[in-house]
């Protein structure tokens, strides 16, 4: 324990006695001063204390509110927010790279929260409103509190929660404290990079001149080195046009009484229809990431008087993610005459699948991708009198992401070497967690020589993205004292003006392909080396023999791109000369809005029937107007490349057509809370409000955007509307919460969530002037009729050659353009998000926390449950206005501290959620994608070896848990990726603490 000296100032004391006898403002309450009269408290310090100071703050707040309290100086629960933030009743984690990442609360996923930094709208990460919490350090966080339901004061934008990062103010607690800790932190699933990388942080806080100035500032860099081992299905198709005989097909669908397969789906005309599900491709890869993040605050507070204080801060977060990567798989994606043989189960998913043509291929990957964060602020708080205060609140947050950082390709490169000498492939999934596949080359074995190896071709890619928020704020609090019950008067205006932009997009390397020559001559048999994959992927189970194919070939990207360059230069290729190409050409998407709103929020205290009842009524009011300025590339025709490759050709120059879109809507949003204390230690609440989450960026664009690859099956397209209106839930909360002894209660809560303007992206089937379409052509039907008269199979290579033998319309490299006096337009599958009705969501959430005595254990546990009308429907093949994240979830707490040690286990469960809908090609089927249920333990020890050093040891994913994810059903395998266990070990060193 420690005992420290504060002054208290006359607001704060004024605060106190309201506090005493009405509902404590849980937003403002990390802004108290400090000054006279003197006091002694005692504070509790560690994970006992920690964990006090989260129920008093649930227990005293207005509405539904949790929180996680730092444990002591710069030494919050853990090292990423969002991985404490999973330990609150009611939110679960999205993970990236075997991190937690992103949020749901109550079902209600990333971009339905919103983030505030003390009390300030933080900008989400690139062209998002979403926030990668991955991204900031612990360091200097006092407190994170998630507030569950509607709060006039609040900015809008947290229909599932708004989460308030509370930072550490030097005023608060005057004298001078600081706090440094170093930690060396070893990824058990390492193999390029470091065995061991460096975590170091430190916090520092003073004041001076008799308390009226005060500083703090903390750092932390973090660095890791990991691999990620995966498999992926890209994309589910359906229904796909295959010409086989009878004898080559295992169809275990049932039938109906003519024999026919079953119409177990509806389509998105609302028809019956039987279906059968396809794999698109399957590969698998390796990826070796190093992560570099380093983040820094200071704060400047100056309090000329008692009744003034300046503060000043600025944030900044900086991540840096490097991602090497080798992949390998087969692509099915042309399907048609290609196919040879198939099983399809009981669902209609092809568990195994045979054909000919299209290619397999070993594929390197490079990127560095950098997030860039900065936020700036300057607040003012004034006693204008003994009863009315005032608050200015400034601010601009930003936030930019770049996956181009990479220093020599100013990208980042997919380079694709492979072949197409195929016979056959296989794909097969009939037992195990993960499937495999085959390629019967013709070189009569199932394994290719290096010397067959060739080039494809290379995707180059760059799309930053931008986020900005600034933002007014002026705020007043009034002390009526008066005897009807009205204890405060809050109220206030803002100005928010939040724009998102981004550019960027893919360039082809799009020769030689494998139909105009591979140069397999260009790389030598020494620039591959074989890799055995007996180990790939252990912890999940195969196939009787094992991961299939048994071996990958690696290569130097740099090298591979280098022999590229030099010899596939414009005299070899002509205008397909082998480049990067630039990225100036492509559309800038944009959104910005401007919102002004209004609020009053009123506290009243009651007596009644000897009860306390103590009541929040607000209202908020808000305008908001929209303005996307939209360019978009022109597309001027789609030629056949040859194999699978389909090219949209845009306007010569980057020739972009520019218009502005706009949207405005008002919004009024009332809320009252009301709470009861039935005895001490009984807490009963009732909550009623309105809250929004505004529609994704993404969604609010008005351009329409064109596939730059429209292979067959995938002729898709999107395009935003900017008069979308926000979701918008009328939500309706009950809870009852026994605190029965110091640091331990049980609570237990129901909620209902209405919402309506529910968005939903729509599909519709359009055809654009002037773009026509070789496939289904004359010539594409002459040259079927002619294969299959030679008894030979029509397979899309065959098809390919027929025409250029033909010598019909052949342009440049054997292109195949279009024909527009015998070809048919291309109809293109268009989503467009339109406001679709309501829904509703509901659930409860149930928590216990134990303290058992002075033994020095204690104990915690949490779960949610919810249910609603937003669930996907596994059999309609259709876009659904669903919710994704909707899932239960639970978390539980051990520990033990005492006499300088400290032992903390923790489990976090998630349960199978929809993680979207909507996969590559498919068009408007939209089908699902599943992440199956999560269970991860992390454990951390603690031991004081003096009263200012701490060592600690931490380990993370203790068990290896992996991650899967599927599509309709599972026997449609998307992914599986581990990551395996980490650990860390280090130190703390404290003073003033």
């Known amino acids: 324990m420690n005992t420290i000296k504060f002054k208290k100032s006359q607001l704060a004391a004024s605060v106190s006695l309201i506090i005493a006898a009405s509902t404590f403002n849980l937003a403002y309450a990390a802004q108290e001063e400090t000054a006279e009269p003197e006091l002694e408290i005692i504070e509790v310090k560690g994970i006992r204390g920690s964990l006090i100071r989260s129920m008093d703050v649930k227990r005293d707040a207005s509405g539904v509110v949790d929180a996680i309290s730092a444990e002591e100086m710069g030494k919050f629960p853990d090292t990423n927010l969002a991985e404490s933030l999973q330990r609150i009743t009611g939110v679960s984690v999205s993970r990236s790279n075997g991190e937690g990442s992103q949020i749901t609360v109550r079902g209600f996923g990333p971009s339905f929260n919103l983030v505030t930094l003390n009390g300030r709208q933080m900008a989400g990460t690139g062209f998002t409103r979403s926030f990668n919490f991955e991204n900031l350090s612990s360091e200097g966080v006092s407190s994170l509190e998630v507030m569950k339901t509607a709060r006039a004061e609040m900015p809008t934008g947290g229909l599932g929660a708004t989460v308030n990062i509370v930072t550490a103010k030097p005023l608060q607690k005057p004298g001078e404290r600081f706090s440094f800790m170093a930690k060396g932190i070893h990824d058990s699933s390492v193999a390029e990079g470091d065995e061991v990388t460096p975590e170091i942080a430190g916090i520092y806080s003073n004041t001076f001149d008799d308390e009226r100035f005060g500083v703090s500032a903390n750092f932390s860099y973090h660095r890791r080195d990991f691999q990620r081992q995966s498999a992926n299905v890209r994309s589910w198709l359906v229904n796909p046009n295959l010409s086989l005989d009878a004898e080559n097909i295992t169809d275990n669908r049932p039938t109906d009484a003519d024999g026919n397969p079953a ?151 997919r380079i694709i070497l492979g072949s197409a000498d195929i016979a056959s492939k296989e794909y097969s999934f009939r037992e195990g967690d993960v499937p495999g596949f085959n390629v019967n080359w013709n070189n009569g074995t199932q394994e290719i020589s290096p010397n067959q190896i060739g080039s494809n071709f290379s995707i180059f890619t760059r799309t930053p993205g931008e986020s900005e928020v600034s933002q007014v704020q002026l705020d007043g609090k009034l002390f009526t004292y008066t005897d009807i019950g009205l204890e405060t008067v809050k109220f206030g205006a803002a100005f928010t003006k939040q724009s998102l932009s981004g550019w960027g997009g893919s360039n082809n390397a799009n020769a030689p392909g494998f139909n105009n020559g591979t140069f397999a001559e260009i790389f030598p048999d020494a620039m591959f080396e074989r890799v055995d994959l007996a180990n790939f992927l252990d912890e999940f189970s195969f196939g009787p023999n094992g991961v299939a194919p048994g071996y990958a070939y690696t290569y130097d990207f740099d090298e591979a791109f280098a022999r590229q360059s030099a010899f596939l230069t414009e005299d070899v290729l002509g205008s397909d000369v082998y480049q990067i190409g630039n990225f100036d050409g492509f559309p800038t998407n944009k959104v910005e809005e401007e919102t002004i709103s209004l609020y009053l929020s009123t ?336 454990v951390s020890v603690n031991y004081e070896v003096s009263e200012s050093t701490t060592v600690f040891f931490e380990g993370v994913n203790l068990t290896n848990e992996t991650e899967r994810s599927f599509s309709r059903f599972e026997s449609q395998f998307l992914s599986a990726a581990q990551y395996g266990p980490r650990y860390a070990i280090g130190f703390r060193y404290s003073m003033g603490n």
């Open 603 to 938: 506290n009243w205290v009651f007596n009644v029937s000897d009860y306390d009842v103590f009541v929040n009524l607000g209202v908020r009011y808000e305008e908001t107007d929209i303005v996307s300025p939209a360019k978009s590339r022109v597309a001027e025709q789609v030629y056949w490349a040859g194999g699978s490759e389909w090219i949209t050709q845009f306007a010569s120059g980057g020739e972009l057509v520019e218009v502005d879109f706009k949207g405005e809507y008002d919004l009024l949003l009332p809320m009252i809370d009301i709470k009861v204390d039935l005895s001490d230690d009984l807490v009963s609440r009732v909550s009623w409000g309105q809250t929004i989450s505004r529609p994704t960026l993404g969604a609010m664009l008005g351009n329409l955007s064109l596939t730059p690859s429209p292979k067959l099956n995938s002729r898709s397209g999107s395009r935003g509307n900017p008069n979308l209106k926000p979701f918008k839930s009328t939500n309706f909360d009950l809870s009852l919460e026994y605190y029965y002894n110091e640091g331990s209660y049980a609570a237990v809560g129901l909620f209902w969530k209405d919402v309506d303007d529910w968005i939903d992206n729509t599909q519709v089937n359009a055809t654009y002037e002037g773009l026509h379409d070789v496939y289904l052509g004359e010539r594409w039907n002459n040259a079927v009729a002619a294969i299959e008269g030679r008894g030979e199979q029509a397979t899309d290579g065959a098809i390919y050659n027929e025409i250029v033998a033909n010598g019909v319309g052949i342009g440049e490299n054997n292109r195949i353009l279009p024909d527009p006096a015998t070809d048919p337009l291309i109809e293109w599958t268009i989503e467009s998000p339109e406001n679709v009705g309501a829904r509703k969501v509901n659930g409860v959430e149930v928590s216990i926390q134990h303290l058992f005595g002075e033994s020095g254990f204690g104990a915690g546990f949490n779960a949610t449950m919810v249910d609603g009308d937003v669930e996907y429907d596994n059999y309609i093949l259709a876009s659904q206005a669903v919710l994704a994240g909707l899932s239960d979830s639970a978390n539980l707490q051990g520990f033990y501290e005492k006499d300088g040690l400290s032992v903390k286990i923790t489990g976090a469960w998630r349960d199978q959620y929809l993680i979207a809908q909507g996969l590559p090609d498919s068009g408007a089927t939209a089908p699902p994608q599943y992440a199956e249920e999560y269970l991860q333990w992390d």
């Open 263 to 413: 119409q177990q789906y509806t389509d998105a005309n609302g028809e019956r229809v039987a279906a059968a599900f396809f794999p698109q491709e399957i590969s698998f890869a390796k990826d070796d990431i190093q992560r570099e993040r380093l983040n820094a605050q200071a704060t400047f507070q100056f309090a000329p008087t008692d009744d003034l204080t300046f503060t000043l801060d600025h944030t900044i977060s900086n991540a840096v993610t490097g991602n090497n990567s080798l992949s390998w798989g087969i692509w099915n994606g042309s399907f048609g005459g290609n196919a040879n043989a198939y099983e399809l189960d009981e669902n209609g998913t092809a568990i195994y699948y045979n054909s000919a043509g299209d290619d397999a291929s070993f594929t390197a990957f490079r990127e560095t991708t950098e997030v860039d964060a900065k936020a700036t602020g300057l607040n003012v708080e004034w006693l204008a009198t003994e009863n009315l205060s005032f608050t200015l609140d400034a601010h601009t947050s930003k936030t930019t992401i770049d996956n181009g950082k990479d220093t020599g390709l100013n990208a980042n490169g």
